[in-house]
């Protein structure tokens, strides 16, 4: 089952796929090790075929949502 995000969410790595695919123009593929396991993103476009684009600090990636969760930081004001 595909999991559903909106554009500007947190989510947070729950496992490494395989490999990342650029979320580029001419899209190239990357060594899954340039993001962390439990790394958190911001969700920048929705793709066909359950894909997310996701801005990491190393880069924006397609990743599927199956590796994905909603990142449940809590925001505090003090």
Known sequence: MSQEFTIGAQVRVVALPPYLKTAEPMPMLRPADII?????????????????????????????????EVAATPKHTD
């Open 36 to 68: 962390s396991l439990g790394e958190e993103g911001t969700v920048s476009d929705r793709r066909p075929g359950g894909y997310w684009a996701v801005r990491f600090t190393k880069g924006t990636f397609l990743i599927d949502s199956q590796y994905l």
